[in-house]
């Protein structure tokens, strides 16, 4: 490995919220270790591993030059974005003018859908379901319908397109997201199924929003196919977004984008993004981003992507052999593992509760998979060194699943 990828980083008091909120009762942190027990991050979805140094070096490049005002996005910027989506996704019909900036992925799910539907419209959302989705919607004013993916016997996430048609058609739903790769169940989509989703999209006039954040952090035998090249109605149809964010480890700095082919829709959500005067780009996160965005970035995202199976081969391989009565899939994408505890629960008597609870306490801070829509399901962030995830699985072997 040429980059770092084993330094256990003390992230305590340089605001982590991974380790910051811990027994704070915020949100949905979790409880606070008990005493003899360091907290192991692995529920807020950001990483524990030092930044490609030369996001690092750009940053303090531009921050020496003391002069911080208004400024347009840089010809670099653009060039970046076009050089990594033509390198990693094969994309080669993209433009500056497809590109424009949101503050968060979730900013441009808003606004996206403002520019779709009316306030209290229905929207199509697959469950389990990003929480992020679920607040943004309910806040904004808009009804969640949810078509549950399902396991097949190879226990493998698929979309259930008998399931979706049906409340797209009896629901008059005209508006639907589509979150890929799958957060929090790990699922890259194969072209086929995106095809099939679209085709659906077509037939009932339904826009898409394809969140695909992730879309960088695929594990090796998968391959991310970009939902605007499926076709091209799939094209005109959906607006892209992105971030080098879960890439990167970037969230902080606030630095995504969409991709929008469709002149009329484009003019539509640039339109609703600067209403509010809110949706500027940060100086910092534009050159971080053409560093992240380079050969430099390209080698690091190889190696972690090799970093991340390792660290899946080895949890999956735990819970395969060591905890009967716990089922997860196992990724294709993400750093994210969906623990489903609900036999392991049945047969020891236990509620999901008491096995959080059980992890907190000795520092496995996981996230409770009940807001993500498993009602018996841990969420849990496989995004660290190999050690402590090691550590993490042997606290979970001698004090929870045992």
């Known amino acids: ?5 084993t330094t256990v980083l ?7 919220l991974a380790v910051d909120a811990l027994g704070t009762g915020s949100g949905f942190a979790p409880a606070a270790p008990k005493d003899g027990f360091d907290a192991i991050p692995m529920w807020v979805a950001d990483m524990n591993f030092p930044a490609l140094p030369a996001i690092t070096e750009a940053i303090i490049r531009r921050a020496r030059h003391p002069a911080y005002g208004y400024f347009s996005p840089s010809q670099d910027y653009y060039d970046a974005i076009i050089r990594w989506h033509r390198s990693r996704h094969g994309v080669t019909s993209l433009e500056p003018a497809y590109i424009g900036h949101e503050n968060g992925v979730l900013g441009g799910v808003v606004s996206a859908l403002n520019v779709f539907c009316s306030r209290g419209d229905k929207v199509l959302v697959h469950s389990p379901t990003y929480v992020g989705f679920t607040n943004s919607l309910a806040n904004c004013g ?10 097949d016997g190879g226990g493998i996430w698929r979309m259930d397109f008998e399931d979706m048609e049906q409340k797209l058609a009896e629901q008059h739903i005209h508006a639907a997201i589509l979150c890929s790769p799958h957060n929090p169940c790990g699922r890259v989509w194969e072209r086929w199924e995106l095809e099939k989703a679209m085709a659906l999209y077509a037939k009932y006039d339904v826009s898409v929003i394809s969140d695909e954040i992730w879309s960088d952090l695929i594990l090796p035998g998968s391959q991310h196919i970009p939902t605007q090249s499926i076709s091209q109605d799939a094209k005109n149809r959906t607006v892209a977004l992105y971030a080098p964010s879960k890439t990167f480890n970037l969230a902080g700095l606030v630095g995504s984008y969409h991709v929008v082919y469709n002149n009329h829709l484009r003019d539509r959500l640039e339109k609703e993004g600067s209403l509010s005067h809110y949706n500027a780009m940060n100086v910092l996160s534009m050159h971080a981003l053409a560093a992240a965005y380079s050969s430099e970035g390209e080698q690091w995202t190889d190696e972690l992507c090799r970093v991340l199976e390792g660290n899946v081969d080895y949890a999956c391989g735990c819970i395969r052999d060591r905890f009967p009565g716990v089922w997860t899939a196992r990724p294709q994408g993400t750093y994210m593992l ?3 505890c609900t036999q392991w629960c049945k047969a020891h008597g236990s509620t999901i509760d008491q096995v959080l609870k059980s992890g907190w306490d000795v520092g496995v801070a996981w996230q409770d998979g009940r807001p993500f829509h498993g009602p018996c399901h841990i969420r849990m962030n496989l995004a660290l060194p190999l050690s402590r995830v090691q550590e993490a699985f042997r606290r979970l072997g001698q004090h929870v699943f045992c």
């Open 142 to 151: 808009y009804h969640i319908v949810h078509s549950p993916l399902t396991v």
């Open 10 to 16: 003390d992230r305590r008091g340089k605001d982590a």
């Open 1 to 5: 490995m040429s980059y770092d990828f």
């Open 338 to 340: 969906f623990l489903d």
